[in-house]
Each structure stands twice: as structure tokens, then as C-alpha cells.
């Protein structure tokens, strides 16, 4: 009889068989897809799988548990669920960081471990985690951390998470558990129960990765702990390693209750130093190495700043008496030569290593000295403690090890069995920036082909944003899961698409599908090119063009990464980038782009910024090669004929310079946006997804305009493109034969084929406007303006006028003197003349000289230098009468026959907003002008008179340029005769520059350069570098639209240390209100090596 098959769409169905399931259908898919590729290993295929070596194979063997653990009931129910062999794999996470943990559970699966806890923050995030780690589950506590004390908000938010999950590693040792407990940026790169429980490692109970964070070598001399990684095997439950788990929990708890009288207000121990995990178990061990109560780690590093000092000599002694006592009864053993298994030679790279180790003693009562600082506990437990102490108690039925601070228990406390303390090996335990940025994780170095690491903790990559340095790195190493990432964040897997609401340029294409992209990259041929440069500032050159380029062609740039045998990178030698250990400098990401040869690309650790990233302002390459190798079937997605821009037209000079070894920057096009954005825009190349930069570009940006603006935050923002931040970090790192950098700029046009073809040099077009000539060797002026030109950056991306001035030729010159004597025309009753000779040199200064209304001649001082093609030129400017003739001599110095008369203050009044006009005050070695003309727009709403002061080679006031600081303009300063102003004309409106020398009320000097600028859009700039040597700084600030401040730039110095106060400035976008603070420097989190502090000013 054949069997009936049951339809469960049919009427007569159970109903069971009815019910809806009992997941979501979205949970279900993540399920499917998070199990598919695992389910052929969970099914019968195992011998390849790493864990078949330790026979700790827990894949399928496990079941997924979600709950919470507070209760001995509760804990015992996930343990049973989660462990295998009685091995747990502890993490914690939450829901805003879990693909971190997915990354790490990914990574364990793929070695056939599934014995994986996670522990959350809440029952209503573990169902979050739970969806994304639906193998592994979450559990939770219902138990916070209170976070208390005068110092709380430097506990970091993930401290209650931290606790607990120490809370839940005592307890499962008290239930006879083998924990390993892990952060969850960590990389197993092979199974660590293969050592674990194998002699050597199988000796000892807790193995715990050192605190070495700069350099493996640096192993030899560790003494403390991370708190990140460490392993518990065959502890005693009453012994000294459940004792010193369970002390890690309890020791905050005990200052917590007592309201933190004891220990910070009595005794002047931070409250936030030992809030860490790490701290208290640093403060633990302390006392299992010694036998008894210790606080070594709180007395020692932990004394608030203010009591130390105030003690500084009571300090010191104690720090002496605990290191001495550490070093005779708590010593660190070492152990030179410990032979391992064959086996591992490769992974360790040799058969014997160092070991260093403690042996733990179960702490006994013993009477405080004080020699060795305060006693820190209070002398009863309150509630908390006592919770604590009898849920450990509940959690197994086993004697509690003998109270430490009861005299009776003593001698049952030295009784209890010793176990041993094992600072891991670096092979085993390390992070990143000690051992795997010199190579031992990436197996094309490596003699055996695989990583030289066990466990790798990325912990530590300085100067990036954690989140994304550490993906990063899991990237670099091939340890990166891209489909977790992509189930994860769906369209959003970038870092360009995260940190916004907004998907790039537009919606996604379809649900679950992938963002459209529209990316700028280096072309290949421009690319090796960066094997040649010589400085970070060429590479940086090269950034900022590509991003300059992309943001006006509407695309994302391709952030390129430079070969590692670049001299700027291998400064010992290009060896030292293809052999173990890299002798490449810090602040790389080694990488290799296959799996075959030691060709290893470097990115840079500056990039790795939300900054650089976020929201559309960079993709990395290592994404690049991703996402290129999913797009290979569209069209262009490789570079081509099409997709390639940036051609030079055919002739002498058209190859690349890198081609012969020589860096790109050699040779940089100079281009108005206008001519890039006429050819390549996105309107025009909407269907190439990716376009390829064959040379270098520099863009040329009119000033004042959104579009301006907005580029030189994105800029000045991202770190890898900000100059000055990058001086400042490299102060303590300091280049060892630093190389002056290649910088040659050229000018040129693109064709309307897009062939990019030489033209002449137009200053604020293809070239940077004109700027200040150098001043006469030896001068006072030179020595003040080389001391300005080290702390000068107007935040564009304009380069100097000295670069720029040397590719002029004849035409360009002549076409800038111009447009500046049209411009000058411009002014109220003003006449304009222009001279000129030919001559056989090639080296020549045009000069623009102001000259007063008054009867008296002036001295012209040269403002605006170029140098041109057996060209010389110089212009007068007269108001009102007529222009005295200035002379001209061989080297191009402008020269003036009388001094002019004082000019007594005068005031304009401006009734009418619109309708304002501005005075600028011209002062030149030996007298003043003043003149007048209409604003080139309408003045910004609000504005107040102008004044000017009188001077004449004697002290004088400055004009305030407006009346109260709640129409955001600038106060009026103190300035002396003692240095000439300078004034620099330019073609689409004027800039007013004055190089200036003043005596302060304080008796300190300072001197700097002026700029202000109105532009088009009625916004204006006003600037202020200055060195002061009291101490104190100057501050600088960027006009915008409508008169608001947007882009305050200022690096200060401080004479009277003789070393720079390096100042970050804050940002504004005021629109006529007060703006203040402009600038924080030699104090704070950006405080420079300098003494006194730099102080901004008000505008």
C-alpha cells in the first residue's frame, strides 16, 4: 500500500503543520546564508580542517543559545550549549559593532571552531546580535557597571560590556570551564588548542598575550598583561587563577560601593584607572605574584597628576619600593631556550623560544607596610562585594578559596597549589604594530608560505579610526570576510558609503543590490610612478590633485597606495621592504596585491580616517580591487582608450616622467577647473564607472566660492591631505635624511578632444594667483618671511607663487600686468600707466607700487613677483593727481625718489550696506596712501564704517575694519613702522597682503603676514600668521559666502622655546555672527612641545 503524502496546503492538514515558522523569513535567509558554506564542512569533509590537529572540532557540534546569565542556572544552560570538550570561546560586542564579531566568528568557523559565547549589553541587542551571529546566539546580564566617580567620562562607553564579560569568565572557571576570552578584533590565523595543549603551552594555566605595543622585541622586558586576549586552562576553582579572575571584577565593585572615599579622595587614585579590565588585572597579578593584597599597578600609575605633583619625591619612593618588591618575591621568570615541536618551526620561526612567566600564589593576609603606598580597600565589603562573592559561591559546589583579608585564613591560603602565569610568546599572542606590520602576517614572506602568528590582536594601528584601521589590516592580511561585510551592510559595504544617510551618487540599484559608483583612480602607468617619489609631500601633491579632480568631475577618488620600496617609505634600503623583518617606517599597512611574490604595496595610515572616507570623500584600494573584480563583466571597468584621461597631446615631454625613474611630480599640469570640468564631467562620462588620471593634476580654483570652500574643508579634514597635521605627526618620528621634494608645476589648456596641450601661464586661471616676491638677500624681511613661510598655509590648493612663477613665459606676464592694470583702473578717480623694457636675462621682477594723493612722491616697494622671458615690467597707481614715475632698476627693485607726508585717521562712512565701500591703507617704507573704491558687490549686510590710522615709520593703530564684533568682523591690533607692507594685485578682485612687526602690551614681538580678500560673493578673507615670543599665537581665517568665516588656518611657533605649539583649529560656518575661539594651541589635546600657550582671537 503506498504511503500517503500529507499536503499541508490541503484542508484536512494539522493544524501544526499551519503554524507560522518560528523565525522571520528575512532571519531565516541570514541564517541560510551565514550556514550555506560551512554546511558541506559541518557534514562530513573535515580532514582538511585546521582543528583536526588539537581534536577540537566543534563545527555543527554546538547549539545556538539566547538568554540571559545571571542566574548559576542560566549560565550553566548556555555553557552546556555553547562549549564543547568544556572549551568556551568568550567575546562580547553589541549591535553597532558587530560585524567585528562576525568577522572574528567567520574566522573560526573556517578553522572548525563553533564553540563561540557572545555575550551583549541587553536582551533587546542580543536579539540583534543573535540575527547577525544566528550559529552562535548572544547571552546577556542583567547586571551594569555603575560608572561613578570624578573622572567618569573618561571611562570609555564599553567598560560595563568589558566587566561583565570578566564576570562570566570567573564564573564559568568556577564551574570547571577552560576559557578562552578574546576581543573581538582578533584574527586566528591558526587553531590555538594545537598549542594550547601541547607541551609547552599545556603547562601552565593562564596564557595571556603581553602588553607589547610597539616592538616584538620589546617582549624580552614585558611585564604586564592585555586584557584582550588570554586563555584559562585546568584552573582550581578555589586556586590562584580563578582568585585572580574573579579580583578583576571584585577590586572596582570594592571602591565602587565605598563610594570611592577610599581610594580617590583619600588617597588620590583616579577613578577611571582602574576601571579598565585591563587595569585591574595589571592590579591583580600583582598580588598572586606576591602572596597577598597588593595594589602595585593603582600606587604606581595610577595617583591623580595633581598628587603627584605635589609629591613628587613621595611618589618616586613608593614606585622604587614596589618595583624592587616585585623584582625579589614576585619575579618574572625567563626562560631563553624552550625547545618546541618540530612542527611548529615555521610558525615560530625557529625551534626555541623565549618564554616569560609568574608563578601565582594564592594571596594570604599579611600586615600593610606603607612603604609600599596606602592600603586602598575599605575595611568592610558593602552590598556589592558581598553579591559578588556569593554568587561565585552558587555557581559551584566547591569551598571558596580562603579569605585574603581574614588573619585565620592565612595559612590556608599558603597551602592552596601554585599555578603558573605565562606572558605569551609573540609568535603566539601579539598585535598588529608589534609583529604584523613587520611581516610575520603575511605568508609571501614567510619560509613555510604561511602567517608566522597563531593569534593576531589588531588592537593598536595609531592615528587611524579603530574601526577602520582594524578592517583594514584584516584586508591586508587576506583575513578579510567580504560576503559577511556585504550581508552585513548591505549596498553600504564601503567606507565611502558609510557615515551618511545617502548612497553615493544616488539610490542603491536594486534591494540588497550595489551602489552605483562613480570612482577617479590613478592610471596603472601613474601609479608605479609612486615607486619614485621622494617625500611624503610629493605623494601627498599627488592626493590632492586626484581629490581636487574628483570633486569637481563628481566622483569618488581611488585613494593610491605606493609601493614600499619608495625611499620615503624604505629608509633603510629597498631590501628592507621584500625580506622578514620589514624595516619600512610606521605608518604603513604592508600588503601584497597577490598571493605570489613580495611585491608589497604600502597604504598609509593617515588615510584610514572617517574623513578620508566617509561620505563619499575616498575609497581605498584595497576596496577598488574588490569591487573591480565583482564589476569585471561590465564594460570600462579596465583602464581603456575611453576611460582614460589626463592625455597629453604628442611631442617633446609628453611621456610620463616616471617612466625613467623620475617622480611624477616632476611634472604636474596646471589646468582650470573650468577646462577639466568642461571635458571629463559626469554628465558626460555617466557611463564609465571608473576613469583613469594618466598625469598628474593640479586644479585651479577661483577663490570665495562654495564650490572653493567646500573643497579646502574636505582637505583640510582628511588628514592624509592636510599638510600641517602631518608635520605635527611626524615630530616624534622624524624622517632620518629627509628629501626636499620635487614639486614642478606647468601650465596648460585641454583641448576639446580632452588632449591636455601647454599654454601660456595665466596667473588665477591656470596658475596660481600672484603672490609676494621673495625679498633681497639678507634682508629683515627675508629672515621675517622665512620665519613666516614655515608657518604659512592659506588652505587652498593653490601652490606657491614661486613654482608657479618660474613656468610663466613672456605672453603670460604680460597678459598678468593686464588684467592687473585693469583691475586697477577700477578704483575711485584712479589712473593706471604701464612700463616695460626687453632685456637679454631671464630673470625679472614686475612690480606694483601704490602711490598717495598727496603732492609728495612715495617709495615703491615691489609687491607681486614673476619671472618671465626677457620680459621686465612695473606698474604705477596714482589717485587723484598725477602718477611720479618709478624707476626701475637692473635687478627689477622698484625704486622712489621722496618720502610722503603722514596721512592724518580719516573715516568713511557707509549709509547705505550696498552701497559700502572699502579703504585700504597702504603704508610703504617712508610714508601711507589711502584710496578708495567701490566693493566689487554688495558689502556684506550690516557692515560698519572703516577707519584708518596714521602712520609714518612710527607705531601706529590698525584699521578696524568694521565696528562691533557681532557683525563677525576683526578687532583692531597694535603694529609698529618697523616693517613695510606689502600690497599684491590680482586679476578678479584684490588681495591685500602686509607683512607686519608689533610690540604687545606684554612686551612680546610678533610679527606676520595680513590677507584679506572680498570675493564675488561679498565674503572676504583676513588672516593673521604670526610668531610671538611670549608664547602666544595669531589666528587666520577663511571668508565665505555672505560675509561668514569658514576655514580658519594657523600654525603657531614659540620663540622663547624654540620649538613649535602646534594649534588645531576649530571650524566655522557664521553667517555676520560673532565667531570666537578661533584657535586652541600648547594646551589641551593638541598641545605642542612648546611653553605658553597659544591664544586665538575673537572675530
Known amino acids: 500500500m503506498a504511503s500517503k503524502v500529507v499536503d499541508p496546503s490541503a484542508a484536512g492538514a494539522p493544524r501544526h503543520l499551519l503554524q507560522p515558522l518560528p523565525l522571520p523569513p528575512p532571519l531565516l535567509l541570514r541564517l541560510f546564508l551565514f550556514l550555506t558554506p560551512l554546511m558541506s564542512l559541518a557534514c562530513g569533509v573535515r580532514g582538511s580542517l585546521p582543528c583536526e590537529r588539537s581534536g577540537y572540532c566543534s563545527l555543527g557540534r554546538t547549539m545556538p543559545f539566547m538568554g540571559e546569565v545571571d542566574s548559576a542556572l542560566g549560565l550553566r544552560k548556555a555553557l552546556a550549549a555553547r562549549s564543547y570538550k568544556q572549551e568556551v570561546i568568550l567575546m562580547a560586542t553589541d549591535s553597532e559593532h558587530v560585524l567585528g564579531a562576525m568577522q572574528a566568528v567567520g574566522n573560526l568557523l573556517r578553522l572548525g571552531l563553533e564553540h563561540v559565547m557572545m555575550l551583549s ?46 564576570r562570566i569568565a570567573a564564573r564559568a572557571v568556577r564551574m570547571r570551564y577552560n576559557v578562552f576570552l578574546v576581543d573581538t578584533d582578533v584574527i586566528f590565523f591558526d587553531d590555538p588548542y594545537v598549542y594550547f595543549k601541547s607541551p609547552p603551552f599545556a603547562n601552565f594555566t593562564i596564557i595571556n598575550q603581553p602588553e607589547v605595543l610597539y616592538d616584538q622585541s620589546d617582549y624580552a622586558i614585558e611585564t604586564e598583561p592585555n586584557g584582550g586576549v588570554l586563555y584559562i586552562q585546568n584552573a582550581a576553582p578555589d ?133 609600599y603606598g596606602p592600603y586602598l580597600y575599605p575595611l568592610t565589603r558593602g552590598p556589592l562585594s558581598k553579591q559578588w562573592l556569593g554568587q561565585l559561591r552558587g555557581d559551584c559546589e566547591c569551598p571558596l578559596w580562603p579569605d585574603p583579608e581574614d588573619p585565620d585564613a592565612s595559612l590556608a591560603a599558603k597551602a592552596m597549589p601554585l599555578e603558573h602565569f605565562l606572558l605569551a610568546p609573540p609568535f603566539l599572542m601579539l598585535n598588529w604594530f608589534a609583529r604584523g606590520r613587520k611581516g610575520f602576517w603575511h605568508p609571501p614572506l614567510t619560509p613555510g608560505g604561511a602567517p608566522q602568528q597563531v593569534v593576531g590582536h589588531l588592537h593598536y594601528i595609531p592615528g587611524t579610526s579603530p574601526a577602520i584601521g582594524k578592517a583594514v589590516v584584516r584586508m591586508a592580511v587576506g583575513q578579510y570576510d567580504w560576503l559577511l561585510a556585504r550581508q552585513m551592510l548591505g549596498p553600504r559595504m564601503y567606507f565611502l558609503h558609510q557615515g551618511t544617510d545617502a548612497v553615493q551618487p544616488g539610490p542603491e540599484t536594486q534591494p540588497g543590490g550595489w551602489a552605483p559608483l562613480h570612482l577617479l583612480a590613478l592610471h596603472p602607468s601613474l601609479e608605479s610612478g609612486l615607486a619614485f617619489t621622494r617625500s611624503w609631500e610629493e605623494y601627498m601633491e599627488l592626493l590632492r590633485g586626484l581629490a581636487t579632480v574628483a570633486k569637481i ?49 604600502c597604504m598609509w595610515l593617515p588615510l584610514l580616517t572617517d574623513r578620508c572616507l566617509y561620505g563619499g570623500r575616498g575609497m581605498l584600494a584595497l576596496e577598488f580591487e574588490h569591487w573591480r573584480d565583482q564589476m569585471r563583466m561590465l564594460p570600462c571597468i579596465e583602464p581603456d582608450e575611453r576611460s582614460t584621461i589626463g592625455r597629453l597631446a604628442a611631442g617633446p615631454g609628453s611621456s610620463m616622467p616616471a617612466t625613467n625613474g623620475t617622480t611624477p611630480t616632476a611634472r604636474i599640469l596646471s589646468l582650470s577647473r573650468d577646462d577639466v570640468a568642461r571635458t571629463w564631467s559626469l554628465k558626460r562620462t555617466s557611463d564609465l564607472k571608473v576613469l583613469y588620471l594618466l598625469n598628474p593634476l593640479r586644479l585651479i580654483l577661483p577663490k570665495g566660492t562654495e564650490e572653493t570652500n567646500k573643497l579646502v574643508e574636505v582637505l583640510s579634514d582628511c588628514k592624509a591631505t592636510n599638510h600641517d597635521e602631518i608635520v ?149 597707481i596714482a589717485t587723484g593727481t598725477q602718477a611720479s614715475e618709478v624707476a626701475t632698476s637692473a635687478s627689477g627693485q622698484a625704486v622712489a625718489t621722496t618720502v610722503a607726508k603722514t596721512i592724518t585717521a580719516t573715516t568713511t562712512a557707509a549709509s547705505d550696506p550696498a552701497a559700502a565701500s572699502i579703504r585700504t591703507d597702504v603704508w610703504v617704507a617712508g610714508g601711507s596712501s589711502s584710496m578708495e573704491r567701490p566693493h566689487p558687490s554688495p558689502s556684506p549686510a550690516g557692515r560698519s564704517p572703516t577707519s584708518a590710522i596714521s602712520h609714518s ?12 564684533t557681532a557683525n563677525g568682523q576683526v578687532n583692531a591690533a597694535a603694529h609698529s613702522g618697523s616693517v613695510p607692507w606689502d600690497i599684491s594685485l590680482e586679476a578678479g578682485g584684490w588681495t591685500h597682503r602686509q607683512a607686519v612687526r608689533s610690540a604687545d602690551e606684554n612686551g612680546g614681538i610678533a610679527s606676520g603676514l595680513h590677507g584679506r580678500d572680498p570675493n564675488p560673493h561679498a565674503g572676504f578673507e583676513w588672516g593673521h600668521v604670526g610668531e610671538r615670543s611670549n608664547g602666544a599665537g595669531g589666528s587666520g581665517y577663511r571668508g565665505g559666502p555672505r560675509g561668514g568665516f569658514v576655514r580658519p588656518r594657523f600654525r603657531g611657533r614659540a620663540a622663547e622655546a624654540g620649538h613649535q605649539v602646534a594649534g588645531r583649529l576649530r571650524r566655522y560656518r557664521a553667517y555676520g555672527g560673532r565667531v570666537g575661539d578661533a584657535f586652541q594651541g600648547g594646551v589641551g589635546p593638541w598641545a605642542g612641545k612648546g611653553s605658553g600657550d597659544a591664544v586665538g582671537a575673537d572675530a
Open 121 to 166: 549589553s541587553s536582551g533587546s541587542d542580543c536579539v540583534r546580535v543573535a540575527a547577525a551571529l544566528p550559529s552562535a546566539g548572544c547571552v546577556w546580564l542583567d547586571w551594569e557597571l555603575p560608572v561613578l566617580g570624578a573622572e567618569r567620562d573618561l571611562v570609555p562607553a564599553a567598560v560595563p560590556l568589558w566587566h561583565n564579560r570578566y
Open 553 to 601: 568631475l563628481q566622483r569618488v577618488p581611488v585613494w593610491p597606495d605606493t609601493p614600499c620600496t619608495a625611499p620615503w617609505i624604505a629608509e633603510a634600503g629597498a631590501e628592507g621592504a621584500a625580506s622578514l623583518p620589514l624595516t619600512i617606517r610606521q605608518e604603513f599597512v604592508p600588503y601584497s596585491k597577490s598571493t605570489a611574490g613580495v611585491n608589497l604595496s
Open 953 to 964: 615709520g612710527t607705531a601706529h593703530e590698525a584699521a578696524t575694519h568694521g565696528g562691533s
Open 239 to 371: 586556586g590562584p587563577a580563578a582568585w585572580l579572575l574573579a579580583e578583576v571584577v571584585h577590586r572596582i565593585l570594592r571602591w565602587i560601593e565605598n563610594g570611592f572615599q577610599k581610594s580617590r579622595y583619600q588617597h588620590h587614585i583616579a577613578t577611571w584607572c582602574n576601571y579598565m579590565d585591563q587595569d585591574g588585572l595589571r592590579d591583580g597579578l600583582t598580588s598572586v605574584r606576591l602572596g597577598r593584597i597588593f595594589f602595585g599597578f593603582s600606587v604606581r600609575d595610577c595617583r591623580t597628576s595633581d598628587w603627584r605633583v605635589a609629591n613628587p619625591e613621595r611618589h618616586q619612593e613608593i614606585v622604587n619600593a614596589v618595583l624592587d618588591l616585585l623584582n625579589d618575591e614576585g619575579t618574572v621568570h625567563q626562560d631563553e631556550q624552550v625547545e618546541l615541536p618540530p612542527a611548529w618551526g615555521l610558525v615560530a620561526g625557529g625551534r626555541n623560544v623565549t618564554f616569560r612567566y609568574y608563578t601565582m600564589r594564592m594571596p594570604a593576609y599579611s600586615a600593610w607596610d606603607e612603604r
Open 728 to 876: 605635527l605627526d611626524l615630530t616624534d618620528k622624524p624622517y632620518k635624511q629627509p628629501a626636499e621634494p620635487i614639486l614642478k608645476f606647468v601650465a596648460a589648456t585641454v583641448d576639446v578632444d580632452g588632449i591636455i596641450r601647454a599654454a601660456p601661464s595665466v596667473p588665477g586661471y591656470n596658475m596660481p594667483p600672484l603672490e609676494l616676491p621673495p625679498p633681497q638677500e639678507g634682508s629683515q624681511q627675508q629672515n621675517q618671511q622665512q620665519q613666516l613661510s614655515e608657518t604659512w598655509s592659506d588652505g587652498t590648493d593653490l601652490v606657491n607663487a614661486t613654482a608657479a612663477a618660474a613656468a610663466a613665459d613672456a605672453a603670460a606676464a604680460a597678459a598678468a600686468v593686464g588684467a592687473i592694470v585693469a583691475m586697477a583702473a577700477a578704483y575711485v578717480n584712479g589712473t593706471a600707466a604701464w612700463q616695460g623694457s626687453a632685456a637679454a636675462s631671464t630673470d625679472f621682477v614686475s612690480s606694483v607700487a601704490v602711490l598717495t594723493s598727496e603732492t609728495a612722491s612715495t617709495e615703491a616697494q615691489p609687491v607681486a613677483a614673476t619671472r618671465t622671458a626677457a620680459q621686465e615690467a612695473a606698474v604705477a
